[in-house]
C-alpha cells in the first residue's frame, strides 16, 4: 500500500516540482535599491527589468513553537529597513527542489509591481499555488511578466501545507482544525488589503487566483464567510470545489497521529505537539496523494458549508470568475495502467462504474486508443471527461462553470487545448501526454518549461498573459489588439486556447460533444477515493 501511495505521489510531484521550475531574477546591473513603509515596518526591495520585487515580507507571525497548529497570528513588527530582496523559506514539505530552504518560519509574500509610476493605484493578481496541498511555493512563480505586461500587481504567497496546514485532530486548537492552511491565505489577503496601497496597488480591486489546490483553495475562499470582500474576482484554473467534513478530516489525523507515534487518545496532542518537525514530517509519508491527500475542511466556522454546496445553491461570494482545466487533465495519472491489457482495463472500469460499466465501454473502447499504451489512454479520457478526479475537466467541469454562471454573469470558460505542450515529467518512450494537468503555467510564468515553447506556444502564452491581465484589470478577458474576443459563458460559448492564432470562442456543445457529455450528465457515479497505483493493482495491471 505505501510503496503505491508512494509512486502516485511521485507523479504528482513531478507534474509540480518539474512544471514549477523558475528562472531566477537575473542579478543584472540594473538593479537598483528601493523601499516601502508597511503597516509592520520599512521594507527593501529591488528593480530590474522594469519590476519592483519586493520578496519575503512576513505576513503573519512564524508559526512555530505554541502556534504550531493555532491559526496565523499578527507577525511582529521591525525597527530599520528589512531587506525584500529574497524569497523567505518554503513550508515543510516532502518533495525538494532548488530554491530557498524549507521551514515551519515559511508564512511569507511577494510582491512585484511595475516600475514606472501610474496616475492610479493598479489592479491586483493574488496567486495560490497548487502541489496537492503538500508542495510548492510562492517563489516557483516569477509575477514579473504579468506585472509588466498587464500594468497590475502580482502577489504570490506562502501558506502551510502538508500535516502542519491542514492536520484535522480532535483538540489539536481551539480553532482552524484541518484548516490552519486556508486561514493562512485569509491572513495573507488581509495583509493585502492592508498594504497593498503603499506598493501601488488597489485594495479595492484584487483578483485571487490559483491553480490545482490553489484552485480549491480559491473556491474555499469564495464560500468562505471571512473571506468576504477581501477580493472582487476569482481565476481558477485546474481547482474544483472539493473538501473534507470534520469526521473525514479526523479520521484521517487519528490515523496519521498512530503512525507518528501518539496512538492514545488521551496524550494523542500533546504527543504530537512534543514531536520535532522534521519527524511528523517524516511520519506524513502516507497523508498525502492525488485522490487521497488533504483538503479544505467544511462544516465549521471558516468554511460553513462544503464549497460544491454553496456554489450549487448560490451562497458564495458572488464576484467575476474565470475557470478553465487542460485537454487532458488526468492522463499523466493513468500512467500506471501503461502496460494493462483490455481485460485489465475493462476491469477497472466495471470496478469503478458499476451497473453503467458497459455504457462507458461502449463510448470508450480499448481498440480506439493507440497501442501500446491503449489502456492509458483510455482511461485518462475516461476519468477526464467524467471529471472523477474531484470534479476536474471535462463535464462536472462544464456544470461547474455553469453554476457559477448562474448567479454570475461575468463567468467565463476556457479549455487549454495545445495539443502538444512542453512537459518535464518522466513519461515512458512514446508516450502522448496530450494537454496534461499544470501544463498551462509555463505559459502564464516564467518557469523551464517556458523555454522549451515553440513560436506558435509563444504567441498562445502572449494572447494568455494578456487574456489573464485583461480580467484581473476590468472582469473580462476580452483584449484589445486583434487577439479572439472571449465571450461569457452564458453566451454558450467557451474559450479554446491554441497555439498560434487557433485561439477562438467555441459552442459549449462542441465541449460537450468532446467529452461525450451526454453520457456523463445522465448518469449517477461517485469521484475516485483510490489512488491510480493502488487501482492498478487491485486489478492486476501494475507493473511488476
Not at 72 to 91: D, E, I, K, T, Y
Not at 386 to 404: E, I, K, M, N, P
Not at 489 to 511: C, F, H, I
Request: contains cysteine; neutral net charge.
Amino acid at each position: 500500500m505505501r510503496s503505491s501511495i508512494s509512486r502516485g505521489l511521485a507523479i504528482a510531484a513531478s507534474l509540480i516540482a518539474l512544471l514549477a521550475v523558475v528562472s531566477p531574477v537575473p542579478a543584472s546591473a540594473g538593479f537598483r535599491s528601493l523601499t516601502v513603509s508597511t503597516d509592520k515596518g520599512v521594507v527593501a526591495g529591488a528593480s530590474a527589468d522594469q519590476v519592483d520585487r519586493f520578496l519575503g515580507i512576513p505576513y503573519a507571525a512564524p508559526p512555530v513553537g505554541d502556534l504550531r497548529w493555532q491559526p496565523p497570528a499578527p507577525a511582529a513588527g521591525w525597527s530599520g529597513v528589512r531587506s525584500a530582496a529574497g524569497h523567505g523559506a518554503r513550508c515543510l514539505q516532502s518533495t525538494t527542489s532548488s530554491g530557498p530552504g524549507m521551514s515551519e518560519d515559511c508564512l511569507y509574500v511577494n510582491v512585484y509591481t511595475p516600475a514606472r509610476q501610474s496616475a492610479r493605484p493598479r489592479p491586483v493578481l493574488f496567486w495560490i499555488h497548487g502541489g496537492g496541498f503538500m508542495s510548492g511555493s510562492g517563489d516557483l512563480y516569477d509575477g514579473s511578466l504579468l506585472a509588466r505586461t498587464n500594468d497590475i500587481v502580482v502577489v504570490t504567497i506562502n501558506y502551510r501545507l502538508n500535516v502542519f496546514g491542514f492536520l484535522g485532530v480532535p483538540g489539536l486548537s481551539g480553532r482552524g482544525a484541518g484548516n490552519f492552511g486556508l486561514l493562512d491565505q485569509e491572513a495573507a489577503l488581509r495583509w493585502t488589503q492592508r498594504n497593498i496601497g503603499a506598493f501601488g496597488g488597489d485594495p479595492g480591486r484584487v483578483t485571487i487566483s490559483g491553480e490545482s489546490a490553489g484552485g480549491h483553495s480559491v473556491c474555499a475562499l469564495l464560500a468562505s464567510p471571512p473571506a468576504r470582500g477581501l477580493f472582487d474576482g476569482a481565476i481558477i484554473q485546474s481547482g474544483g470545489c472539493p473538501s473534507l467534513t470534520v469526521a473525514q478530516a479526523n479520521a484521517r489525523g487519528k490515523t496519521y497521529a498512530a503512525t507518528a507515534g501518539c496512538p492514545d487518545p488521551a496524550t494523542r496532542v500533546s504527543c504530537l505537539r512534543a514531536k520535532p518537525a522534521p519527524d511528523l514530517l517524516a511520519a506524513a509519508r502516507d497523508f498525502g496523494g492525488i485522490l487521497t491527500g488533504p483538503l479544505p475542511v467544511s462544516g465549521v466556522p471558516e468554511l460553513p458549508l462544503a464549497p460544491a454546496v454553496a456554489v450549487r445553491s448560490g451562497r458564495s461570494s458572488n464576484v467575476p470568475i474565470l475557470i478553465g482545466a487542460t485537454r487532458d487533465e488526468v492522463r499523466q495519472w493513468a500512467l500506471p495502467f501503461a502496460n494493462a491489457t483490455e481485460e485489465q482495463y475493462e476491469r477497472a472500469i466495471r470496478l469503478e462504474f458499476g451497473t453503467h460499466a458497459d455504457e462507458v465501454l461502449a463510448r470508450y473502447p480499448y481498440s480506439a486508443y493507440d497501442s501500446p499504451y491503449n489502456a492509458a489512454y483510455a482511461l485518462g479520457t475516461v476519468w477526464t471527461d467524467s471529471s472523477v478526479f474531484y470534479g476536474l475537466g471535462g463535464c462536472q467541469y462544464q456544470s461547474l462553470a455553469g453554476q457559477f454562471a448562474t448567479g454570475q454573469p461575468k463567468t467565463f470558460f476556457y479549455e487549454f487545448a495545445d495539443p502538444h505542450p512542453p512537459t518535464l515529467a518522466t513519461t515512458p518512450p512514446g508516450f502522448d501526454s496530450g494537454a496534461p494537468h499544470a501544463s498551462e503555467l509555463g505559459y502564464l510564468w516564467p518557469m523551464a518549461t517556458s523555454k522549451l515553447l515553440t513560436p506558435e506556444q509563444q504567441q498562445l502564452s502572449r494572447a494568455m498573459v494578456r487574456y489573464w491581465g485583461a480580467f484581473v484589470t476590468k472582469a473580462n478577458p476580452t483584449t484589445a489588439g486583434g487577439q479572439a474576443a472571449w465571450p461569457a459563458y452564458r453566451s454558450g460559448k467557451l474559450m479554446s486556447l491554441r497555439p498560434g492564432d487557433g485561439s477562438q470562442a467555441v459552442k459549449t456543445e462542441v465541449y460537450s460533444a468532446q467529452h461525450q457529455c451526454s453520457l456523463w450528465n445522465q448518469i449517477s457515479y461517485d469521484w475516485l477515493t483510490t489512488n491510480p497505483d493502488r487501482l492498478a493493482q487491485q486489478v492486476g495491471a501494475a507493473a511488476s
